[in-house]
């Protein structure tokens, strides 16, 4: 436990640091949702409609974002290959970094939806359930999101091909959470998608390290 | 303990680079791999670690702890120094010292055998290229493990350097430790010799 526990401190050390990718992240989702408006036109009705799509997209732009760090960063300066070799077994290793990858980039933006709801005219109880439903969902993100970044540390300079590999993966989340949210908005059945949207976040979390893990034990070299 | 490899044989992209490659290192020993360069010393040193998969032959620890596979009763010391920039000197060595586990020892310690104690909250980001390589000797002190692979241990390290080093190898293998590094210059210690591509 102290060995996954120092490699999910390190990580969010890194992250919340100078030049780390915690902040770019909420800035980015910020960004993009800040852009909204300017796109859509000045039509409170219409923004109201789309605004939990707008959150749940500007959300799972932004984790993607800086998912490309997850492995690559290790593997271009050699920690990966001590973490592989190390004596925690590397499904753990994986989940612990995303984990911390979660911990200090994906907390932050559901953090600031709250504030970003109220550009995009929702009021509280909207705001809520976007919030709590990017709360259930954005680990499945994370979560699936590490097959790609391992992926791409095992194709060499995969950066750009993460986006392409890891945004189909992410359509069901988005489906579900975006349905959660409206449910709760319009006054439909929450528990169905919300539920749903729950089990899409716990099977990608056996999934994912397990996918991970094989992909960079048998993309060493 | 015992380390044997009996006809490992590697490929990369498709060309061989050797083959029918034995070899055995003891406790107390240390095995020098010579050879020109891309003869596969660093790539023998990684599937010794675990890191590439070989196309032929066996490479096994014998006498080491049952338990443990041998990648985890080693410690690779490679090219990249596994070193955050963002981190402090410190963080970086208390870090490795937690995540490998095993016998810990005191990090501070570590930074002084090394040299380094007066630089322990300094980022890495502004340590030299021969500091980084202090650091990284430090991580095979303050977790201990029995073999060490190191590739072109002193690289980078000045004269004095190269004597400490020579004097914490000397302790490793007075404790049964053994040794396997890649090198180019004599590493100051009595070795045996592995040569491989002996064609150039």
Redesign the interface.
């Known amino acids: 436990m102290?060995?996954l526990?120092?490699?999910i401190?390190?990580d969010i050390?890194?992250a919340l640091?100078?030049?780390?990718g915690a902040l770019i992240g909420v800035l980015f989702f910020l960004t993009v949702v800040v852009l909204m408006p300017f796109a859509v036109g000045p039509d409170l009705a219409l923004l109201t409609r789309l605004g939990p799509a707008i959150l749940w997209l500007g959300a799972l732009l932004a984790s993607l974002l800086t998912l490309d760090r997850l492995f690559m960063a290790d593997h271009?300066?050699?920690?990966l290959?001590?973490?592989?070799?190390?004596?925690?077994p590397l499904e753990l290793a994986c989940a612990a970094k995303a984990l911390a990858h979660w911990l200090a980039a994906g907390l932050p933006l559901i953090i600031a939806t709250p504030v970003l709801g109220l550009l995009l005219n929702l009021d509280a109880v909207s705001t809520s359930a976007v919030a709590l439903t990017l709360l259930a969902g954005t680990p499945a993100l994370t979560f699936t999101g590490m097959i790609g970044a391992a992926l791409a540390v095992t194709l060499h300079r995969g950066g750009l091909l993460l986006a392409v590999l890891v945004l189909p993966l992410s359509i069901p989340v988005l489906i579900f959470g975006v349905a959660a949210s409206q449910a709760a908005i319009s006054g439909l059945s929450f528990g169905a998608p919300f539920s749903i949207l729950c089990a899409l976040s716990l099977v990608s979390f056996v999934i994912g390290p397990f996918a991970a893990a094989a992909s960079l034990r048998h993309g060493?070299? | 303990m015992r380390l044997l490899g009996r006809g490992v044989r590697c490929v990369r992209g498709g060309r061989e680079v050797f083959c029918d490659l034995d070899f055995e290192a003891c406790s107390g020993e240390v095995l020098a791999v010579t050879g020109p360069n891309g003869s596969g010393k660093t790539s023998l040193l990684r599937m010794i670690a675990g890191l590439l998969t070989m196309a032929g032959g066996s490479i096994g620890l014998e006498g080491g702890e049952t338990e443990l596979t041998l990648p985890e009763q080693a410690h690779y010391l490679g090219h990249r120094d596994a070193l955050k920039p963002a981190l402090s000197v410190m963080e970086n060595l208390s870090f490795w010292r937690d995540f490998l586990g095993g016998e810990a020892f005191d990090a501070r310690q570590s930074l002084a055998a090394v040299g380094l104690d007066h630089a322990a909250q300094l980022p890495a980001a502004y340590l030299s290229a021969g500091q980084r390589r202090r650091l990284s000797l430090a991580r095979l002190l303050a977790a201990r493990r029995p073999v060490w692979l190191l590739d072109e241990p002193t690289s980078a390290l000045d004269a004095a350097g190269q004597t400490m080093f020579a004097a914490l190898m000397g302790d490793h293998l007075s404790r049964g430790g053994l040794i396997i590094a890649a090198t180019h210059a004599p590493l100051g210690l009595a070795t045996r010799e592995l040569r491989i591509g002996g064609a150039a």
């Open positions: 102290t060995a526990a120092a490699l401190r390190r050390k890194i640091r100078v030049g780390g271009d300066d050699g920690s290959d001590l973490i592989v070799m190390g004596r925690v060493l070299d």
